[in-house]
Structures are given as C-alpha cells and as structure tokens.
C-alpha cells in the first residue's frame, strides 16, 4: 500500500499542532485495545489475521475477523474525546492536524475535518484490491467471493488496512507536519509500535513542546504527561487550548 492520497484530495496546510492518537481514545467508545484480556484481539493470532502472509493462507478467517471489527464499528460512537478533538480544529485559529493509528472513522463521524485527519493504519470500512489497487467504501461484510468493481477479480478485495509487515499510509505529509509543529500530542497509545513512536523525538528535535494524554504514561520522553480517561482529560486540555487562544 502507498501513501499517494486519494485522486483529488486538497493537501491541508502544514499545521502547529500534530495530534497522534491510538486504540486509547476509542476504548470508552466500545472499540477494545490489542491489551484487552477479553477483547475480540485476545481471540486470535495477529499472525494469522493481520499479516499479508495470514491472508494469502487464510482469507476466509482474516475477512470473518474483519467483518465481526466492522459491525463493532458501526454499533460504536464518537466519545467525548472525539468531540473535544473536532471542537478544538473548528474553533482554534490555525490547523489541528489528526493522525490517527485507529482504523474507524470515529473522528470523522465527531465532526473532525477529513481533510485533517490522516488514518496512518488505514480505515476499517474501506475495502481495496489486491489485483488492481482500487479502493472503495465498504461497510457490510466482504467476502472471498467479492468481485472488485474496477477490474472485475474475484476473491482480491481485502480489508484497505495497514497490516504488519505494510508501510503506513501518508507517511510524507505526517513527517512534515510533525517536523513543522509547534505542539505535538500523543493521546491513548502506547508509543511502541513505530514509526508513531519516534514521532515525539522528531517533534522535540525541531523545537515542539511534546504533551501526552493517556490512560497511564507510556513513557518520559514527553514534556508534560497528563493521566486518566480520555473522555475527561482531553475535553479539559481541549478547553485549555481555546481558553489560551481566545
């Protein structure tokens, strides 16, 4: 998978702030983590149903996987964290870049601009094919016998989700961003799995002040950590901003 955006996506500004988030902000929305013990990712092997190789063994249980994420999905929510996030693009002066390692569209459906938030991993209910490359909105369940509207193949549509072993999407535009911002935030990720977790260093290499909002702190690179559940504390920072900013 590239990162070439979408034919006819207008590249936003460069923006001051860059904000990362992770599983962390969609947990309270019903969305569980890859660490949930009872969760629907404790169930399987990663290996077989998040890898290139897992699909090409086993299509049939990756796309019965995705499907079961898919319909979690849809009966999910935007939370407070979401809409504190949509409120501080619309209402702060200049850009508030979302880059999302989530696969929903939680943001999106919070009101934040699609055209500042970046899904890095990719978006669950979007499906591509392996033979052609096209890519398409997808929100009911997609089988092997699904046939690409583009070239005709049948049994090459997958998931259109970063799986290990994929290079992230848009990884130009977000290395930019975050050497060009003046504040960079982690929110509800972990900051183990890279490339997001050298994006901290990066920011503070080029003069960002680094703020992490998380369940707990993940770890003491940041300049300031703030801890507890994301639909209270990034509301609260969120209002902080727009206060300073009014």
Excluded at 6 to 15: I, L, M, N, S
Excluded at 114 to 129: F, N, S, T, Y
Aim: proline share 4%.
């Amino acid at each position: 998978m590239g990162e070439t955006a979408e034919p006819g996506r207008k590249r936003a500004e460069t923006p001051s702030i860059v904000i990362l988030t992770g599983a962390g902000i969609s947990a309270e929305s019903g969305l569980g983590t890859f660490r949930d013990k009872d969760g629907l990712w404790s169930r399987y092997d990663l290996e077989e149903v998040a890898t290139p190789q897992g699909f090409a063994r086993n299509p049939k249980l990756v796309q019965e996987f995705y499907n079961a994420r898919r319909k979690n999905l849809l009966d999910a929510k935007p939370n407070a964290a979401h809409e504190a996030l949509a409120k501080l693009q619309r209402e702060r002066p200049g850009h508030a870049l979302i880059v999302t390692q989530n696969i929903d569209d939680l943001h999106e459906r919070a009101g934040a601009d699609p055209q500042d938030v970046i899904h890095m991993h990719g978006e669950l209910l979007k499906a591509h094919c392996n033979a052609c490359g096209a890519r398409r909105d997808w929100r009911e369940d997609l089988s092997i016998e699904a046939r690409c509207d583009a070239c005709g193949a049948v049994g090459a549509m997958r998931p259109s989700v970063v799986w290990f072993g994929e290079y992230p999407l848009e990884m130009a535009r977000i290395e930019e961003a975050v050497e060009n911002a003046s504040l960079f935030v982690s929110i509800g990720t972990s900051g183990q799995v890279y490339p997001a977790a050298g994006y901290v260093e990066i920011a503070q290499i080029h003069g960002a002040r680094t703020l992490e909002l998380n369940l707990e702190r993940s770890s003491s690179s940041f300049d300031e950590a703030r801890t507890g559940k994301a639909t209270d504390i990034v509301p609260a920072w969120v209002e902080e901003i727009l206060a300073a900013s009014a």
